[in-house]
């Protein structure tokens, strides 16, 4: 980024602590662009949430690494874990929020095995998949990646193995490194330790460029994504992200109700009427979600293949891209990893496990059909987190098949249940919480009749309810 450029940057970041955009719209179109703007502007002030409590606050026990620099976790996620709903247990992770105002940022990949997976998911401020590296993407033999933001200008060195660009200057790398078991944890590390980051003058000894202007990051309030207040987040997180070609005229709308890149957002300046429009409009964004997810995600005709992707993939449905965020952010694009929800049971009901006990059979030859492997795991229904259970089993996946108990026939029943089943039911029991939950079936690597629809989930079974 040139010079000129690193002052408009600095212009912009001023100007949210010294101008404040206009409220023009009448309280029912106001209404209106709030439910819009909530659904568009959710996911990015979740991910703000994350990047603050791993980037940014040191005292935070979810804190990773500060900017440009790798946090490796070299372990599997337990129900201590609480830095963003839904995550896997399956493949430890690594994180990289990337500040790409001054220069690019190179990722370097060290060679693995040919049959363990691997993968870095690049994830813009919009929570868009933009671009991935790994087993899938750029093999298993490693390799130098650079990462460009929207505004940098120069030339790509010859020893780099590709050039990824992310329409936002903070980005996100996540990386997932295939776990085995416990047995496997330091090969896990020692993979871990090959991962490196640096900015790009310095991989390439480079005259370094002017360092960016410091960012006053705002502190998240425990209700930031649930309320007007959220309307603030996005303010200042869009002032990393210039505005698409596409979206002018969407966000010169959002204007009239202040929505605006890099200006305060200041409530107490909102007359009660003004505020019940927006809160209004919140909660008709809301419910317009619950609809869809009843309807359309937990009768499984609109997948997780829907929800993540590019931005070409989204093709503008901020709808679905805030269910992605809401029901669990930063998930894997289709060709990646395909996700079944188990909300419900085979009657459409609720599932509860305070109420009922559950089995889940996959019949002989149709289990979960994957190049790298599958996975189910278990969530708390109220606070979207794994599960503590005695047993400290979160999942179900396929490199535990050996271990567990076959039916006469050559299927496979798990049992999805609070309390403990008989035991030698036992190896096939995912502990569940005292309540409401969800069940995630992860396919990574997900095979064509996934897709193409050969292959058919099975439902969850309600046994006899309990008395």
Do not use: C
């Not at 200042?236 to 109700?257: C, G, H, N, W, Y």
């Not at 569940?432 to 439902?459: C, D, S």
């Amino acid at each position: 980024m040139n010079n000129r450029n690193l002052l408009l940057t600095g212009l912009t970041l001023a100007l949210s602590t010294s101008a404040w955009a206009d409220f023009t719209a009448t309280p029912e179109e106001a209404r209106g662009i709030a439910r819009e703007a909530y659904l568009y502007g959710f996911p990015v002030v979740e991910m703000y949430k994350t990047l603050y409590t791993q980037a940014v606050d040191r005292k935070s026990p979810n804190f990773k690494a500060p900017f440009n620099q790798i946090g490796n976790t070299a372990k599997a996620f337990t129900a201590r874990d609480t830095a963003f709903v839904t995550p896997n247990a399956d493949t430890p992770y690594s994180f990289v929020w990337m500040d790409l105002r001054a220069e690019p940022v190179v990722l370097t990949l060290p060679a693995i095995e040919e049959h363990r997976y691997y993968s870095v998911q690049l994830i813009d401020a919009y929570t868009q998949n933009f671009a991935y590296l790994g087993t899938r993407s750029t093999g298993n033999n490693g390799g130098h990646f650079m990462v460009a933001g929207p505004n940098w200008q120069g030339q790509q060195p010859l020893n780099i193995d590709r050039l990824l660009r992310s329409e936002s200057n903070i980005a996100y790398a996540l990386y997932r490194t295939q776990l085995f078991d416990e047995k496997d944890l330091a090969k896990v590390r020692q993979i871990q330790k090959g991962y490196k980051v640096e900015s790009l003058s310095h991989y390439d000894k480079r005259k370094t460029p002017p360092a960016a202007p410091k960012i006053d990051w705002p502190k998240p309030t425990p209700t930031m994504s649930e309320t007007p207040d959220l309307f603030r987040y996005l303010n200042f997180m869009l002032s990393f992200a210039p505005a698409q070609d596409v979206e002018k005229d969407l966000l010169a709308r959002f204007a009239k109700i202040g929505v605006e890149a890099g200006k305060p957002f200041k409530l107490t300046d909102l007359s009660a009427e003004q505020r019940k429009a927006l809160e209004d409009g919140i909660s008709d964004a809301k419910a317009e979600f619950a609809e869809f997810k009843n309807t359309k995600v937990d009768t499984h005709e609109v997948s997780s293949d829907d929800l993540f992707g590019t931005r070409d993939h989204l093709k503008g449905n901020y709808l679905y891209r805030y269910a992605g965020a809401n029901m669990g952010i930063f998930g894997n694009s289709a060709e990646e990893a395909n996700y079944i929800g188990y909300f419900v049971d085979k009657d459409g009901k609720p599932v509860d496990a305070s109420k009922t006990d559950y089995t889940l059979h996959f019949d002989k030859g149709a289990l979960p059909p994957a190049d790298a492997f599958w996975s189910l795991t278990m969530y708390d229904g109220k606070n979207k987190l794994l599960v503590a259970n005695p047993l400290n089993r979160y999942l179900i996946n396929s490199r535990m098949l050996p271990d567990l108990k076959l039916d006469a026939d050559g299927g496979l029943t798990l049992y999805v249940q609070h309390k403990a089943p008989a035991k030698d039911l036992q190896s096939n029991w995912l502990p569940a919480p005292g309540g409401p939950f969800y069940g995630i079936l992860r396919l990574y690597l997900p095979k064509p009749e996934v897709t193409n629809g050969q292959w058919h989930m099975p439902l969850l079974t309600p046994v006899t309810p309990k008395q």
